[in-house]
């Protein structure tokens, strides 16, 4: 069934249907949660005659094929999304008013799919949107996870975390496709037999471990155009070759210890944001689905194609960070072992087929895992690992003759550990970062011996956001304006259209409109607020919003720490003039992460003390909203006054959401980091408020040591008096204990790092002084409507449908279907 053959009544009727069919009820007598079932199952229908036809269309066609390796793929809900991006969503709500049924409600039934951490994980969801939107045939390769994200609850200020059940209901998007299961080994020992007939020597795992990888699939709906790609997640079942009957203890214990395989190795993603945590669990993932995808890659190749060597013709890799990286020698390992290639062939093609982004300069990020675990888990994979080393030296050598000191600093094994992103380096044909100043840093910085040696692989791709979800979806009111204003609806697939509302950032009568809007936005965040955190907020009031993972270089700890600095002048002069603002965070911390928990306590603290003292009336008020997701930042986004951007310049690669606020008209408050730099660039430093340190300059103190976080502390007496409340009880009942750390890692520093790393106290002065320009520009109306539709309007080149159409044109070179 077609979207243009969109018919109500039957839409409603398979409504009812499904309810009957699946769950024996009456709409009358329905649960939310199974309305919310019948609804997706109904849609489902509608979705997948686009998906066969697709499919069967890359059939005939045959273009070549992205696979987009990712760890992560932070997809948020689909129903409303999909519904957007079919064209539906009017119809289908009309349809179910008619059943008395509310669709915001019904939308709100959906398990948030939560399997990613943050930007990298939501990058990769925008990415598959905009490879379907504009007709690229490509695959979402990832894991199944049980368990997703956690569910942050606040308790007492801390947070706690609860498993992610996303899968308890069923999924009805998802399609188990058990007919290109793929199995995958683990451990065991390399023997090897030299093959009379052909010659060559084999290579033989013996005495492994195995599961059998099961895919299932997800529609990823192409906007307005019946594309429909696939995202293809893997779970993990035990091979069921195990004899009942057999009595042999070996056989039986090894049955049991491959159940336990299949069951941990999909079970829970890491929550690590920005951090590499060594654990064998962890490479065991990143095996299990890029050893699946790849053969279901190739055998899928094979299909149509008897070439082997012609294979990075027809398809590409893209690995997304270095957590699949593992792709370049089981890709190598399959050429090989599988397909009869020998080294150099395998090589030529392997090095013709995977590409690969940084997406951080953090050094706690960077995956080096130790050879024993590697060369135990992986026996085969490992030898074709030392073999690409001893080649890649040998390279070395040859361009830098006696050089030791290059070998050292760029060669794949070192110091008993394998260096992934080296392996990436090596054997990929293209490196990118993903922001201009991100990628000159790699250039210029960390993989600066790589950039001289290959300067060719080199290239920027800055990131970019989904509009159908952060815009359409997310604000419904200002997207309906931008197409009233703009004449049409194609900035949907066409961003750069929304400089067409340049010619309106002057005039009184538009400004009032998108003014109007945003208040409408921050009364249904206010509502939010009210019913999940019980604060009353003023939507008249200026809405500040830092919303991100938490992280010490995203610096949380400095917007909290201006707050209290705030209400410290409150205190002293309750008249002085002062805007009325309220302060939004949201942040999970990984589980581990305790500076981060600390930080998330403060919030807390702060916000409690605030927001219950009267004789502040009311003026400054703190929110820390729980388990900030896909789903609720879309009413975030909408309702934001002012994008919190204040990562330690050089720091963030690019960020994300600094894209999405602006999108939505909330001028950035930032550092020249990341992204922060090129949106400054579209629409002039006037459009922003630009502070602190810029990425030269910490550049070039952390190579000089630091600076001296203690003189500021002597010398400005505000901020002694901010950092002293940290450890006198202030905010911790007494307690003078509670956050002596942050407190230490602000002016002492721990054991081998720098006090003050991420240069927050040398940063706070100007970052005060951004916010008294923020007040002061909030206070003269039109100036600000003027900042806030100049946002929007220059929002154009931040579409991941700019990002995606670069990597094809740059990277990829895909086939454009129709
Ligand atoms: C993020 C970067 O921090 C962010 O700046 C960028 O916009 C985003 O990726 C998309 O490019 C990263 N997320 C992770 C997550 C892990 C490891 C490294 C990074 S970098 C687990």
């Keep these: 069934m077609k979207t243009e053959r969109f018919d ?111 930007g990298l994980g939501r990058l990769a969801a925008c990415f598959l949107d905009s490879l379907a939107t504009l007709g690229y045939a490509a695959y979402g390769c990832g894991i199944r996870y049980q368990y997703g994200m956690f569910k942050q609850k606040i308790k007492d200020g801390y947070q706690i975390e609860v498993p992610d059940e996303w899968l308890k209901n069923g999924n009805p998007f998802e399609l188990k496709r058990p007919e290109y299961a793929k199995e995958v080994r683990f451990g065991g020992n390399i023997r090897t037999e030299y093959d009379e007939a052909s010659g060559r020597i084999n290579f033989i795992q013996e005495n492994y471990q195995s599961v059998m990888a099961v895919p299932y699939d997800y529609p990823v709906v192409g906007y307005g155009n019946h594309i429909v790609n696939t995202l293809r997640i893997w779970d993990a079942e035990p091979i069921t070759d195990f004899q009942l009957d057999s009595f042999d203890k070996g056989e039986y214990d090894k049955a ?124 085969r994979v490992y030898q074709i690992v030392e073999e690409i080393d001893r080649r890649f030296v040998n390279k070395i050598r040859e361009m830098y003759p006696g050089n030791e000191e290059k070998v050292r600093k760029m060669a794949i094994l070192w110091d008993g550990q394998v260096r992934m992103a080296h392996m990436a380096i090596a054997a990929g044909y293209s490196v990118n970062g993903v922001a201009k100043l991100h990628t000159e840093i790699l250039k210029n910085q960390e993989l600066k011996d790589f950039y001289q040696m290959m300067p060719e692989k080199f290239n920027n791709k800055t990131n970019g956001i989904t509009q159908r979800r952060f815009l359409m979806h997310g604000n419904p009111l200002l997207s309906d304006w931008v197409t009233k204003k703009l004449g049409t609806d194609t900035w949907a697939t066409d961003l750069s259209l929304m400089s067409g509302l340049k010619k309106y950032v002057d005039d009184p009568k538009s400004q009032k409109e998108f003014m109007e809007i945003k208040l409408q936005n921050k009364k249904r965040l206010a509502k939010y607020i009210k019913e999940h955190n019980g604060i009353d ?103 934001a006054d002012v994008s919190e951007q ?5 720091k963030e690669a690019s960020g994300t959401g600094n894209m999405k606020f602006m999108l939505n008209g909330a001028p950035t408050l930032g550092t020249m980091d990341g992204a922060n730099v090129e949106i400054v660039d579209e629409i002039g430093e006037e459009n922003a408020f630009i502070f602190g340190l810029s990425s030269e300059e910490v550049i070039n103190y952390e190579n000089n040591g630091g600076y001296h976080p203690y003189e500021i502390y002597e010398n400005d007496k505000d901020i002694h008096e901010v950092l002293d409340q940290l450890v006198d009880g202030t905010y911790a009942d007494g307690d003078h204990e509670l956050y002596k750390d942050l407190y230490q890692s602000l002016l002492f520093g721990d054991t081998g790092s720098q006090a003050d790393m991420y240069f927050i106290l040398k940063d706070f002065r100007s970052y005060a002084e951004a916010h008294e320009k923020v007040a002061k520009a909030y206070q003269d109306t039109k100036k600000w409507a003027k900042m806030a539709m100049t946002n929007t309007a220059g929002c154009g080149k931040f579409s991941s449908d700019r990002t995606i159409q670069e990597y094809v044109d740059d990277i990829w070179h895909l086939d454009k279907i129709r």
């Excluded at 036809?53 to 129903?79: H, N, V, W």
């Excluded at 064209?87 to 709500?93: A, C, D, F, N, P």
């Excluded at 400095?558 to 002069?573: D, E, G």
């Excluded at 204040?646 to 050089?650: E, F, L, M």
Aim: glycine fraction near 4%; charge should be negative.
């Design 8 to 118: 109500k009544k039957l839409f409603k009727q398979e409504v009812i249907n499904n309810l009957k069919t699946q769950f024996r009820v009456e709409l009358d007598n329905a649960t939310q949660q199974q309305i919310y079932q019948a609804v997706a199952y109904a849609l489902k229908e509608w979705i997948i005659e686009d998906w066969m036809d697709t499919q069967k269309t890359y059939e005939e066609k045959d273009p070549k094929i992205l696979y987009y390796m990712s760890m992560e793929f932070l997809m948020g809900r689909a129903l409303g999304n999909n519904l957007i991006n079919m064209s539906m969503y009017g119809e289908v709500k009309e349809a179910l008013e008619e059943l008395g049924v509310d669709l915001n409600m019904v939308e709100d039934q959906e398990p948030d799919p939560a399997l990613g951490n943050g």
């Design 256 to 379: 049991v210890e491959q159940k336990n395989l299949a069951k941990n190795i999909v079970e829970v993603l890491y929550p690590n944001d920005n951090h590499y945590e060594g654990k064998e669990l962890r490479l065991k993932q990143q095996y299990f689905f890029v050893s699946a995808s790849l053969q279901a890659a190739v055998a899928k190749y094979k299909k149509n194609h008897d070439d082997i060597t012609k294979l990075y013709e027809k398809m590409t890799i893209q690995m997304n960070d270095t957590h699949p990286t593992v792709s370049v020698a089981e890709l190598m390992r399959i050429l090989m072992d599988e397909e009869g290639l020998g080294w150099d062939e395998a090589w030529e093609v392997t090095t013709k087929t995977c590409a690969y982004t940084n997406h951080t300069i953090m050094a706690e990020a960077l995956e080096k895992w130790p050879i024993d675990l590697f060369s135990r888990l992986l026996p």
């Design 537 to 639: 907020v003023d939507p008249t009031s200026i809405f500040d919003v830092q919303v991100k993972r938490l992280h010490e270089y995203k610096r949380q700890l400095m917007n909290i720490l201006h707050v209290m600095y705030l209400y410290n002048q409150l205190k002293k002069n309750p008249n002085m003039n002062f805007y009325p603002t309220t302060f939004i965070f949201g942040a999970k911390a990984a589980a581990g992460y305790r500076r981060a928990k600390q930080t998330i306590k403060l919030i807390n603290s702060v916000a409690d003390k605030v927001n219950n003292d009267a004789s502040i009336k009311g003026k400054l008020k703190v929110v820390f909203i729980e388990d900030y997701r896909v789903s609720n930042a879309e009413l975030i986004f909408a309702a």
């Design 646 to 650: 204040i990562s330690t310049a050089s």
